[in-house]
């Protein structure tokens, strides 16, 4: 299905967009327009500085992040796209007519619940000032940095971040003015998640118009971007349970209102805005919550979308069902990456980001999207490339800035050591609709068969060895098949060897299987499973297939 563009005003370019991810400034990598490796960074970090000593930020710290993205000791990264977070009702800037910056106290005469929350939001708030006291912010000193490596530069908005909807936290410096005036715009329905009864209830036109006015602010304030993205999944409660697909026209309202804006700009200043969101994994799903994308793209109203999770990464995204079910192939594809691991700070390993970007990219989208991609855990040392194992001495979840060179595409990911991971079912934060075939029950006799994506061709490039890894609820026995080929030889030392038993939880059980040559093939791949008890049954949590291509050395950490 293609667009309606008869509606659509023509802006002029500095070449043709169909062939370069570009505006008026080329970038370097002279990608095509369709690609793009995503980089998301959400502002608060870099604020605080968490890099680079952890003082207040000033414009030099922010450029080194940016340089890190861009270059590593592998050399220029695959990364054509940095989006700077401009904040939600808190804002990442100085002066803003709609709201307090990220770490304004009003000159300490609002209250703090704790001395750790005053320290953090005070480093903030200095940071702030100390741009400013240089002519910038993080915004456009980042975003400047960005376009000076060849990288198209995005501001992103979180439409309704609730990291700050808590009134019982006696912390009202960390109140946005909007939000704590306006008690009566909460949507009252705790039934969503973490802070959604506090939420702004976007049924309410004063709530929309706020939203507009600060996206309006931050588009006229930054004339060096190339494209705005709203990223709804940050947090993604917009309504009362039930109601989003009723109210979706006021978002789609909202849409045409920030096109119509981007328009207007984009012809002043003599090129092309692109405007991005960032939406649930379900077609389905993104209008039950309010987000009408069929709507959004019959009216060319987007650029590009991404379909991603909240927080808690879905390491098996359904890519190709979304773009099946969205219908309009002419609009770039992107999936994100979140942090959060299948645990809250579980956080996924070099081989796994490997996996899943291949499965993303396998599954036909355009490009991949990392979001709360952060380097390591403040330390040089993991910044530098020089990781920490993981117990066992193949496994390491440092996130150096090194996978850089190598998540952006399916060539550079070839041969390299992975971990593929089923969805479990735990990324269904909000309740935003997605797809998971776990958790599994494998009870009576009857079979359950659970079905796992493999980017990789491995009758072309052949894997040294290939490892099934499953955690179940309890200690279980049962017949096990991939793809009709029988699996029974056992491997129980590499469950720490690879580190997954990260996480268990007292009586789940843990099994490493090694797969017969060939077993494993390209698309989707079939594991059979069958009680052999006949009298009971468990549960399967985790299902992952490990492909070993050669020394970590020489082929990467998993």
């Known amino acids: 299905m293609k667009r309606d563009f008869a509606s659509r005003l023509l802006f002029p370019l500095c070449g043709m967009l169909a062939l370069t991810v570009t505006s008026c400034n080329k970038t370097a990598k002279d990608q095509p327009s369709r690609h793009r490796f995503?980089?998301?960074?959400?502002?608060?970090?870099?604020?605080?500085?968490?890099?680079f000593g952890g003082h207040p930020a000033h414009k030099a710290d922010i450029d080194r992040y940016v340089d890190m993205v861009a270059e590593t000791s592998k050399g220029r990264t695959q990364v054509t796209t940095f989006m700077m977070c401009s904040g939600s009702d808190f804002i990442y800037y100085p002066s803003s007519k709609y709201g307090r910056y990220f770490g304004d106290d009003?000159?300490?005469?609002?209250?703090?619940?704790?001395?750790?929350t005053k320290k953090v939001w005070q480093l903030g708030g200095q940071s702030v000032r100390n741009l400013e006291a240089e002519g910038t912010d993080v915004i456009k000193a980042s975003l400047e940095r960005a376009k000076m490596h060849?990288?198209?530069?995005?501001?992103?908005?979180?439409?309704?971040?609730?990291?700050?909807?808590?009134?019982?936290?006696?912390?009202?410096?960390?109140?946005?003015?909007?939000?704590?005036?306006h008690p009566e715009y909460w949507t009252g329905d705790s039934t969503q998640g973490w802070h959604s009864a506090q939420a702004l209830d976007f049924s309410y036109p004063e709530v929309r118009q706020h939203k507009l006015n600060l996206i309006k602010e931050q588009l006229e304030k930054y004339d060096m971007i190339d494209g705005y993205e709203l990223?709804?999944?940050?947090f993604i409660v917009l309504f009362k349970s039930g109601?989003?697909?009723?109210?979706?026209?006021?978002?789609?309202?909202?849409v045409r209102e920030v096109k119509r804006t981007i328009d207007s700009l984009s012809e002043v200043r003599g090129h092309k805005i692109l405007l991005a969101v960032r939406v649930p994994v379900t077609v389905k799903g993104a209008l039950e919550k309010g987000l009408d994308v069929k709507q959004w793209a019959k009216e060319g109203l987007i650029d590009f979308i991404t379909i991603g999770v909240h927080w808690r990464g879905d390491t098996g995204i359904p890519v190709a069902k979304f773009r099946k079910d969205f219908g309009y192939d002419d609009i770039p594809l992107y999936a994100s990456i979140d942090d959060g691991g299948y645990l809250p700070r579980e956080f996924y390993s070099d081989?796994?980001?490997?996996?899943?970007?291949?499965?993303?990219?396998?599954?036909?989208?355009?490009?991949?999207?990392?979001?709360?991609?952060?380097?390591?855990?403040?330390?040089?040392?993991?910044?530098?490339g020089i990781p920490l194992l993981e117990e066992g001495g193949q496994v390491t979840r440092a996130r150096t800035p090194e996978l850089l060179n190598e998540l952006g595409s399916l060539e550079t990911l070839k041969g390299r050591n992975k971990i593929y991971c089923m969805s479990d079912g735990v990324t269904d934060a909000y309740r935003a609709l997605g797809i998971a075939p776990l958790p599994a029950a494998v009870s009576n006799g009857r079979e359950t068969v659970l079905p796992l994506f493999i980017a990789d061709d491995t009758q072309e490039t052949v894997p040294q060895e290939m490892i099934l890894f499953l955690r179940t609820d309890r200690p279980a026995k049962f017949w096990l098949e991939v793809n009709g080929t029988e699996v029974t030889e056992q491997k129980p030392e590499y469950v720490k060897l690879y580190n997954r038993d990260r996480g268990m939880r007292d009586g789940e059980q843990m099994y490493a299987?090694?797969?017969?040559?060939?077993?494993?093939?390209?698309?989707?791949?079939?594991?059979?499973?069958?009680?052999?008890?006949?009298?009971?049954?468990?549960?399967?949590?985790?299902?992952?297939?490990?492909?070993?291509?050669?020394?970590?050395?020489?082929?990467?950490?998993?």
């Not at 000159?107 to 703090?112: D, L, Q, S």
Request: no cysteine; hydrophobic share 40%; glycine share 10%.
């Open 38 to 51: 995503i980089h998301n960074n959400d502002g608060s970090d870099a604020l605080l500085n968490r890099w």
């Open 106 to 116: 009003k000159n300490g005469t609002m209250p703090y619940a704790d001395s750790a």
């Open 150 to 181: 060849g990288m198209e530069a995005f501001i992103t908005y979180r439409v309704n971040d609730l990291h700050f909807a808590d009134s019982s936290s006696g912390n009202p410096a960390t109140f946005p003015d909007f939000w704590i005036e």
């Open 231 to 234: 990223d709804f999944m940050r």
């Open 243 to 254: 109601e989003g697909k009723e109210k979706a026209p006021l978002i789609t309202d909202m």
């Open 351 to 384: 081989g796994m980001y490997r996996g899943m970007a291949s499965h993303i990219l396998g599954q036909g989208a355009d490009g991949v999207y990392l979001f709360n991609y952060y380097f390591g855990e403040i330390s040089d040392r993991k910044i530098a």
């Open 513 to 558: 299987f090694i797969l017969p040559a060939g077993s494993i093939r390209k698309g989707d791949n079939m594991i059979r499973m069958v009680d052999k008890t006949l009298d009971n049954y468990f549960v399967v949590q985790r299902v992952e297939v490990a492909l070993k291509y050669g020394d970590v050395e020489t082929n990467g950490y998993f």
